[in-house]
């Protein structure tokens, strides 16, 4: 089965990038297919501590950690792998893996690959899609719309946004629903993955004391997502689900 | 759902309608719980005052369930003390944000919350939508029992045809007949200082012989029906327990 590359980016800081990169880990092991994931926010990072096991921290302009994800996607275990992408970076990370090739041999079918664009609601985001559509055709390209963070997507003129959507290939939307932000705020500073807070387990395994109502708002808000990426068919082509019809794209 | 004497009890006092007697059911419940040795939590989410609070001042919590918070307080609380039911007198304008937070978080579903019965009373208002919205509501929640209750000095007249109906098929779980009170007993009672729980261990004081004897007819039969519905039955060894 070939492998997976699943990257994460956008364009500016704040949109919720990371939690789409944790949600998206989250449904990938909850569907038990084995997955990997690299950090781009060298050096820190902000998506390790919540998946310590599987996540690297890269700095992906040095060409070493550029070999270390992308020589070894047929070898891995992992059939996904995720790169979140440093904020403010996704026009030149696509552009750096068009020059490097990878985006080519996408094309030519050695691997899957889909790229989840996060965006904001003002009009810039809707210059960032038209910025990236000489990298997206021949990938699934997925609008991730993220009201996590309470983003009015109402600034968005429609007859503008489909004209912009028209001219790109296999592109999608999906909607992240809104999480209760207390609930965010309690899974964040936990450290623990979506799916270890609604288990009540604390970290390391152990079991955990958190509030049932913060629990329920995690799990519907998973149950929620869930529903959204179920309609994704890279996401089907991996938890091998059956075809949806799919919601018409914009 | 499970039920039996393991179980935590949450009862919900509820309706569609306002001012149609739910908190004197909450209060007969409460004291018949205290009375029973149930050691019930007691949770007020009234934003206007004359709630469960006033009449159980030390015992009441109040609840913002408009706030994470406040839910926080009503359903966490109720599921970190296990050795103890619950009673929350819910005003009607909150019925549908509560049954959908309940529906939203899982509370009360065996396979997220085991171990809890969501014991709902509702209180039945006078027409046909009113029985609707009890039948709604029960499909909503699917609790693990569903208490109709009949206000008699709410319903007066007898039901038509469609509301008999509806009215049996809701009481097929359960129901909870609250009897008239003359106006000098009614006056009784709504005194914040009064007690059931004190009027059916103590001795009355100072009150006339007519509306004593009204009220203890009245009590003994409200306590009966909650005998037979199985609200008070404590086989558990939660009487040492106390709040």
Redesign the interface.
């Known amino acids: 089965m070939k492998p997976t590359l699943i990257l994460v980016g956008a364009d500016k800081g704040g949109v919720g990038k990371t939690t789409l990169s944790r949600a998206l880990l989250d449904f990938i092991a909850r569907k038990d297919v084995p997955a990997r994931a690299f950090d781009t926010e060298y050096p820190r990072g902000s998506l390790k501590r919540f998946h310590p096991d599987i996540t690297e921290v890269i700095d992906f302009t040095d060409v070493a950690d550029q070999m270390k994800v992308l020589d070894t996607l047929d070898s891995t275990d992992a059939r996904v792998t995720l790169i979140d992408l440093k904020a403010g970076n996704l026009s030149l990370s696509l552009d750096t893996f068009d020059r490097i090739g990878v985006l080519d041999a996408a094309r030519n079918g050695q691997f899957n690959l889909g790229l989840f664009h996060v965006v904001g609601s003002s009009i810039a985001s809707l210059e960032e899609i038209s910025e990236l559509a000489r990298y997206v055709n021949g990938m699934e390209y997925i609008v991730a719309r993220n009201a996590v963070n309470d983003t009015n997507f109402f600034e968005w003129d429609q007859k503008t946004y489909k004209k912009y959507f028209s001219r790109l290939n296999s592109a999608h939307e999906i909607d992240i629903p809104k999480l209760n932000e207390m609930a965010y705020e309690q899974v964040d500073l936990a450290g623990l993955t979506f799916k270890d807070f609604i288990d009540n387990k604390g970290a390391n395994g152990a079991a955990g004391n958190h509030s049932f109502v913060l629990r329920g708002y995690v799990r519907k808000w998973c149950a929620d997502l869930d529903l959204e990426l179920e309609r994704l068919q890279l996401i089907q082509g991996l938890t091998g689900a059956k075809p949806i019809k799919m919601a018409a794209s914009a | 759902m499970a039920q039996g004497d393991d179980a935590t009890r949450f009862h919900i006092v509820c309706s569609d309608q306002p001012r149609n007697g739910k908190t004197l059911v909450a209060r007969l419940l409460c004291d018949y719980l205290i009375l029973s040795r149930r050691a019930p939590l007691i949770f007020d989410p009234a934003t206007s005052p004359g709630g469960l609070r006033s009449y159980f001042p030390a015992r009441a919590s109040r609840v913002d369930l408009s706030t ?2 406040g ?2 307080a009503l ?2 609380r109720a ?1 970190a003390q296990p050795l103890h039911d619950s009673v929350v007198d819910l005003p009607a304008h909150q019925l549908n944000s509560l049954a959908d937070l309940m529906r ?4 009360g579903q065996e396979s ?2 085991p171990g809890v019965e969501v014991v709902i009373l509702f209180v039945a208002d006078r027409s046909v939508d009113s029985l609707l919205a009890g039948r709604k509501l029960r499909g909503l929640l699917r609790p693990a029992r569903f208490i109709v209750v009949k206000n008699e000095a709410i319903l007066l007249a007898e039901f038509d045809r469609l509301a008999r109906f509806l009215y049996d098929g809701l009481a097929k779980e359960g129901q909870l007949i609250v009897p008239k009170l003359d106006g000098a007993a009614t006056a009784a009672i709504e005194d914040k200082t009064f007690s059931f729980r004190r009027f059916a261990e103590e001795e009355p004081r100072g009150t006339p012989d007519q509306v004593t004897r009204g009220i203890e007819a009245f009590l003994g039969r409200v306590f009966r029906q909650f005998e037979m519905l199985g609200l008070g039955v404590d086989s558990r060894p939660r009487a040492a327990a106390g709040i």
């Not at chain 2, 939203?104 to 509370?107: A, S």
């Open positions: 994470t918070a839910q926080m359903f966490d599921l939203h978080i899982g509370f997220h919350t």
